[in-house]
T-cell receptor, first 112, second 113 residues
Framework: QKEVEQNSGPLSVPEGAIASLNCTYSDRGSQSFFWYRQYSGKSPELIMFIYSNGDKEDGRFTAQLNKASQYVSLLIRDSQPSDSATYLCAAPRPNTGNQFYFGTGTSLTVIP | ETGVTQSPTHLIKTRGQQVTLRCSSQSGHNTVSWYQQALGQGPQFIFQYYREEENGRGNFPPRFSGLQFPNYSSELNVNALELDDSALYLC????????????FGSGTRLTVV
């Protein structure tokens, strides 16, 4: 089992819809989780991070964490074509704060 | 405030050769981490440098080595290149104690032929 797993997609949603991206992790000791967006041919950029169970909202983005189920998700409300990218989930390696395991990423296409 | 810069942007090498990739960290950041991202995959952690010392290493062979300089810039060296080393190499800088995510550079695309 990989440390961080994501459905590779591709995921397609119409413009204005909610896109839901999912991630599971294997280390029950993981305390923090990060979502990155990567446009084709570009480097990843941090969208948001979450530490606590529940929801964290930042603009159109909401991260959800369920530690009991070892599940992290990212919701994108009012999806825009500019949201079309690969979304990467990441969790720190054990006993580190900033050395990460990344998932393989989920490719999202928002259709105008 | 300058961001993370990497050089070169693209590189083509022959199998068996050696390559050096460079990274200048963001102003104020004392930690540099290197990742390898193969096509269609997520980034894989290679190693991290903090104050010129290796501060963690992923599952990469010893032919992957690095350096960090007093100004916190860094190099990644790969010896005896293999075809599977073809990837996007990403450098990221951060504060040592911070765990709120990275600033990545734009990457170096290495092709081994």
């Amino acid at each position: 089992q990989k440390e961080v797993e994501q459905n590779s997609g591709p995921l397609s949603v119409p413009e204005g819809a909610i896109a839901s991206l999912n991630c599971t992790y294997s280390d029950r000791g993981s305390q923090s989780f990060f979502w990155y967006r990567q446009y084709s041919g570009k480097s990843p950029e941090l969208i948001m991070f979450i530490y606590s169970n529940g929801d964290k909202e930042d603009g159109r983005f909401t991260a959800q964490l369920n530690k009991a189920s070892q599940y992290v998700s990212l919701l994108i409300r009012d999806s825009q074509p500019s949201d079309s990218a690969t979304y990467l989930c990441a969790a720190p390696r054990p006993n580190t704060g900033n050395q990460f395991y990344f998932g393989t990423g989920t490719s999202l296409t928002v259709i105008p | 405030e300058t961001g993370v810069t990497q050089s070169p942007t693209h590189l083509i090498k022959t199998r068996g050769q050696q390559v050096t990739l460079r990274c200048s960290s963001q102003s104020g950041h004392n930690t540099v981490s290197w990742y390898q991202q193969a096509l269609g995959q997520g980034p894989q952690f290679i190693f991290q440098y903090y104050r010129e010392e290796e501060n963690g290493r992923g599952n990469f062979p010893p032919r992957f080595s690095g350096l960090q300089f007093p100004n916190y810039s860094s190099e990644l060296n790969v010896n005896a290149l293999e075809l599977d080393d073809s990837a996007l190499y990403l450098c990221a800088s951060s504060y040592r104690q911070g765990d709120y995510g990275y600033t990545f550079g734009s990457g170096t695309r290495l092709t081994v032929v």
